[in-house]
């Protein structure tokens, strides 16, 4: 299934998700207004504020506060993907040139500064502390995740267990907040509210696995990023890890040089990761992530928007972008 078919439930919450950003992405500063334009207008899939929209519509949500609570998700996720192209100095993202590439980089961290601040003002508009608890305590583990990252670029002892951690700090957090935040604002039930959790941890978990299979199985038009990325910048994800702990004893080599230096032969790599089936063993680890979401939900009552948000998780493992 489609992404515009999963959401086409809150399509009418989506587009008053879009008109929120874009109204509080007003500010009297211009350049504010042109880099969070450029940044929004990129498009992206969505899925958090989507997650935020679902989750909050299958336990019964009526009100409006969470087209606002979603527009805070997507703020929190722009300002880290700012923060993000400038530090894995990326200069390609969704297809178009990055915000750095394009405005440099102080003006990228200073706007990515300006989201994570006007989404802490949104929040409190909410009126829930345990709301603003989650959603504060994502940000502190997002920024764990970072540097948890930092730590693991150019080293190729890093683990899987160690590689897992920064996936669930640094992407699968949001998503699990986002999914929380929406079943707290529903009045979720404690187990309900958990299992939210879960989901949101499992999917991200999925999702992210599945953007390291695609980054040597895809291609630069399809995923809108340049095809190799995390190996030029020396990072180790799954796939690398899988041919350091199965390869032969060149191809560890290959693959350490690799991660150590972000210069390799890009088709000797990917022979190594073939011949290991190091992506079949990252795919199977997401479909098993995605089970796991699917399995949360088994506690929400049957709706249009409980049946989305569990095709979710086919949709997270089965992208090829």
């Known amino acids: 299934m489609t992404l515009p078919a999963l ?73 880290t993907l700012l923060h993000d192209d400038v530090v894995d100095e990326s200069d390609l993202r969704r297809g178009r040139d990055t915000a750095n590439a394009v405005f440099g980089n102080a003006a990228s961290v200073l706007v990515g500064d300006y989201l994570y601040s006007r989404s802490f003002e949104m929040m409190v508009e909410a009126g829930s502390m345990r709301i603003m608890q989650i959603l504060s305590e994502a940000t502190t583990v997002i920024a764990e995740g970072e540097v948890l990252q930092l730590l693991n670029v150019h080293d190729p002892d890093v683990s899987e267990e160690r590689y897992l951690q920064v996936v669930r700090y640094k992407t699968a957090k949001l998503f699990e907040a986002a999914a929380q935040v929406g079943a707290v604002l529903a009045g979720a039930t404690p187990e309900q509210e958990e299992a939210a959790a879960a989901y949101g941890r499992h999917v991200g978990t999925a999702f992210q696995l599945i953007d390291d299979v695609l980054d040597y199985s895809g291609d630069a038009a399809a995923l809108g990023k340049n095809v190799g990325d995390d190996l030029r910048e020396g990072k180790p994800t799954l796939p ?82």
């Open 7 to 79: 959401i086409a439930p809150i399509a009418e919450d989506m587009k008053a998700v879009d008109a929120v950003i874009r109204e509080r992405l007003n500010s009297e500063v211009v350049l504010i207004r042109t880099i969070g334009d450029y940044i929004i207008g990129a498009g992206g899939k969505r899925m958090r504020p989507a997650m935020v929209l679902m989750v909050a519509r299958a336990l019964g949500y009526q009100g409006t506060d969470h087209q606002l609570l979603a527009a805070v998700v997507e703020f929190i996720h722009t300002a």
């Open 240 to 321: 690398l890890i899988r041919v350091m702990e199965m390869g032969t004893p060149e191809q560890r080599e290959l693959i350490r040089k690799a991660i150590e230096t972000g210069d390799a032969d890009f088709t000797a790599v990917e022979a190594a990761i073939r011949e290991t089936d190091a992506l079949g063993h990252t795919r199977r680890a997401a479909e098993a992530e995605a089970k796991k979401a699917f399995d949360a939900l088994s506690c929400y009552p049957a709706s249009t928007f409980q049946k989305s948000l569990l095709e979710f998780c086919s949709f997270a493992v089965q992208r090829d972008r």
